[in-house]
């Protein structure tokens, strides 16, 4: 079924929301009155009011209109998007003290993503986004958000994480690796940074509430959302497929124990206590790809070549190629400005169908074996392509070392990522002003009341 845009935009940041129709607390909404907007939470030195909370509660509804009973009661519900909507403030914060911006330009690709996963234009997304009464102007602030969050995410990770050849070749030959991947779903009770006696006991509490719930009967996709203080609880605490080498040793020790289907206890960890479902389980298998042998001639626009006339050279060496039968490596070497292929004749050499970008993937996937493409375009310029032959190729080698490097990666990331976001949130001044809206498990440090 097609992901709603709205989850979508959940999937890939935290839970903030699009304006839109206010979702009235249950004391407003019992008085029948539309309240004035108020301040529900100071942040540092940005505030987050009450219509922000609102739509943030009302598009998680929306996701979950077919399925309401997974939601926590309203009170939890709040207090679980307030957490995610500061998380983000904060970001967005201390992202904008380190300079990191977004331009317009950014923003755009990102909407032109979020439309083609929802298999829509940029204008059909806007058109459903206004439909649903919300501002256009406020769902690309948003994604600005967001894209500034995953900036900050890369800058903080940049210069922490390392990865050298003998933790590869220690991951590759390790029996965690040769097991395969599983798909895990978690529920993430956290522990704050300098945490006291009494929020070690408050956390492990609810961490027995949720196994209780679960034992109980209740889905784990519920207790999930109703518990977890994890970025992805409001996904039912879906982490997808992994690697058992991409999560922490003493997690991929119980999980290996682990059937289809079983719960484990909850396992304290560096943020607090986690508690693992595995979902299913998949062994390795050779990756055999296709690859393609093709040459090109690329012709670049620049200050003495207008992207007119770019076209039109690219259109007369085609036909030099097709109708007078000139050598294509000939006339790479004199008129390609591609400086990794021209000396070569243009020869590109054995490559999978991604390697050299979608659009070259795409044409190649639509020719035949000595066939030379219709000049087409790309960000680099315009290109006359001739595919030379297609063979499949076993790279499992090869891509089993960047799985590897990427789940070592991936791994390292999100531990430091996620002790800086402690860090932050306990050093940030947070001052939340609807005593409903505090979280009846944690007390309240000097920081945040």
Do not use: C
Not at 399 to 425: C, P, S, T, W
Request: avoid cysteine; proline fraction near 4%; charged fraction near 25%.
């Amino acid at each position: 079924m097609k992901q709603p845009f709205a989850l979508f935009l959940l999937a890939i940041a935290t839970a903030t929301a699009l304006p839109a129709h206010a979702q009235l607390l249950p004391q407003a909404a019992a008085s029948g009155k539309q309240p004035l907007d108020r301040i529900v939470a100071v942040v540092d030195e940005g505030v987050i009011l009450q219509s922000e909370l609102n739509e943030a509660v009302r598009s998680v509804q929306q996701q979950y209109a077919r399925n309401p009973g997974q939601l926590p009661p309203m009170d939890v519900l709040q207090r679980q998007v307030l957490d995610r909507l500061i998380l983000m403030r904060l970001q967005v914060q201390r992202a904008d003290e380190q300079g990191i911006r977004v331009s317009d330009a950014d923003v755009d690709k990102a909407v032109a993503a979020v439309a083609q996963q929802n298999r829509m234009s940029p204008e059909q997304l806007r058109a459903a986004v206004e439909q649903d009464g919300s501002s256009w102007a406020a769902f690309r602030h948003q994604l600005g958000d967001q894209l500034v969050a995953q900036r900050l995410h890369d800058s903080v990770v940049r210069d922490q994480v390392s990865i050298t050849d003998s933790e590869i070749n220690n991951m590759l030959a390790s029996p965690t690796y040769k097991a395969g991947e599983v798909h895990l779903a978690h529920i993430q009770v956290s522990v704050p940074a300098g945490a006291s006696a009494a929020d070690i006991k408050a956390a492990q509490d609810k961490a027995t509430q949720a196994i209780d719930a679960i034992k109980g009967g209740m889905d784990f996709h519920a207790a999930a959302i109703r518990y977890s203080d994890g970025q992805d609880a409001l996904d039912g605490g879906d982490l997808g497929w992994r690697r058992l080498d991409e999560i922490p040793p003493a997690f991929a020790d119980a999980v290996s124990n682990m059937k289809a289907g079983d719960v484990s206890p909850a396992m304290r960890g560096p943020t607090g206590f986690h508690i693992l479902k595995l979902i299913e389980q998949r062994a390795p298998s050779r990756q055999v790809v296709q690859e393609f042998h093709a040459r090109q001639i690329l012709i670049k626009p620049s200050e003495l070549l207008t992207p007119e006339q770019a076209h039109q050279k690219a259109e007369d060496l085609y036909n030099r190629i097709v109708t007078k039968h000139e050598d294509f490596a000939k006339l790479a070497k004199e008129n390609s400005k591609d400086d990794t292929t021209a000396n070569n004749g243009g020869d590109m050499g054995w490559f999978a169908q991604g390697d050299w970008g979608s659009i070259i993937g795409q044409q190649l996937g639509e020719m035949k074996d000595g066939q030379v493409s219709q000049p087409f375009q790309s960000e680099a310029g315009w290109h006359v392509l001739e595919r030379l032959g297609t063979r499949q190729s076993d790279r499992t080698d090869e891509m089993e070392r960047n799985q590897a490097r990427q789940a070592i990666g991936n791994r390292k990331a999100e531990q430091v990522y996620d002790d800086y976001l402690r860090e932050m949130r306990s050093a940030a001044y947070v001052n939340i002003l609807v005593p409903e809206l505090r979280d009846p498990n944690q007390s309240q440090g000097a920081k945040s009341s």
